[in-house]
């Protein structure tokens, strides 16, 4: 049996690894887009490695663009096996999919403008937005903790990793020559916040275990001090500065946490007399998804929910959908709190509320989440004084502020405690994914001090005889 790692392997986006089984079946563990690399993206995504319609099963840990974002490309390209997920990423890939084709029709749209004053040839989006809802019915859920054969030698089963809503580890058992191999694919990790979901939980034994590594050699502020931040920028921000605070947030998970916390804020009397704007159609979809599975929820949050039985919207929590009223809120003078995506600030609406902001000391931009090296939110957080925005060059005046604990991955220790659940003598190896190279040799470092003894990190389409 093979594992050929072709996406994710010393960089965190496009998450894709084959498993090639010794009688030829091929299983894809996630299908994800490359991001924030400019104009290299497009060529990665477009050249896969694999030929989709040799691969017979998609085992999909979670609905986030760099770990599903190619599923329409290669249903387009000719697949026609199977997508296994869970129930609630099912439900987030049948927007977050179309969105993501509607992304790229719009890009290519006007890249083909700028290639016709050249006199060039127009390009076709990798795919569209019917592609994309052409795809889904290729998905099939399974719930969490169900074992379940996909074939005659093959069964699968999702166990909750706390990433985002739906969000798993994949358990894949191959029986190969009368013997069970045990793959454990943990997707990305979540934290063990007890903000709205549960637990990352405990998995099956493995011998092999595909881990992720983004925050390998990095600790997260105390979970309990994120609304005490949240809380202070909104007052230095709104009430004090009579600014804009700007929360470039992605649209799945980050988002409801960060309306949640607010929510709450809200309730106990806490937040400022102060209009929050979530400007995001794709946000609002995605929280209307959150409220139907509750099932995802820890006990905390459904005690919580016995008092207010909508815990992602008050008073002055305000869904926007049009383009209209998402441009209004730039001619809008008073202070208030917008909510945004992409969380990478790399598309979406909230590269406009930057570009239209960004120039003005009042403003103040919070960074809650993970932003690739290359993207404007990762310049932007890293202190540059010029950013380019729609080819326009702006000063940077806004004060810049961060909250590392909204992150919804695991730091090091979380990702050390998720693994607390194997018995190290019968892992054979951990492959270390999703993550910067130096972040991956030092967390490396970290697992063989704790007694795990063989860990390795694949280059890009490295293949692994296991």
Known sequence: MKIQFLGAAKEVTGSKHLITTNSGKKILLDCGMFQGKGLETDSMNRDLGFEPSEIDFLLLSHPHIDHSGLIPYIVKLGFRGTVFCTPATRDLCSIMLADSGKIQEYDVYTFNKKRARQGLEPIAPI???????????????????????????????????????????????????????????????????????????????ADYIIMESTYGDRLHDPVDLSEQKLLSAVIDTCCKKKGKLIIPSFAIGRAQEIIHALDKLEKSGLLPDIDVYVDSP??????????????????????????????????????????????????????????????????????????????????TILGVGYCAPR????????????????????????????????????????????????????????????????????????????????????????????
């Open 127 to 205: 795919y569209s937005m019917q592609d994309a809802q052409d795809a889904m019915q290729y998905f099939i859920s399974i719930p969490y903790e169900k074992e379940f054969s996909i074939d005659r030698d093959i069964s699968i089963k999702f166990t909750d990793n706390g990433h985002i809503l739906g969000s798993a580890t994949t358990n894949i058992t191959i029986n190969e020559e009368g013997k069970d191999v045990k793959i454990a694919f943990t997707g990305d990790i979540g934290r063990y916040s007890k903000r709205i979901l549960r637990n990352p939980q405990p998995f099956p034994q």
């Open 282 to 363: 794709l946000s609002l979809n995605a929280t209307n998804i959150m409220r139907l599975h509750t099932e995802c929820f820890n006990e905390d949050m459904k005690e919580y929910m016995k008092t207010d039985n909508d815990p992602f919207g008050f008073d002055r929590l305000h869904y926007i959908r049009s383009t209209e009223e998402s441009k209004s809120l730039n001619t809008i003078r008073r202070p208030m709190i917008i909510i945004s995506a992409s969380g990478m600030m790399e598309a979406g609406r909230v590269k406009h509320h930057i570009a239209n902001n960004i120039s003005d000391k009042k403003t």
């Open 375 to 466: 993207t404007l939110g990762a310049k932007i957080l890293r202190g540059d004084k010029v950013v380019s925005i729609f080819g326009t060059q702006h000063h940077v005046k806004a004060e810049i502020r961060r909250i590392d604990s909204y992150s919804a991955h695991a730091d090091y220790m979380e990702l050390l405690q998720f693994l607390g659940c194997q018995d190290q003598k019968k892992i054979k190896n951990i492959f270390l994914v999703h993550g910067e190279e130096q972040t991956q040799i030092n967390f490396a470092g970290t697992l063989k001090e704790k007694g795990y003894e063989n860990v390795y990190i694949p280059s890009k389409s490295e293949s692994v005889t296991i």
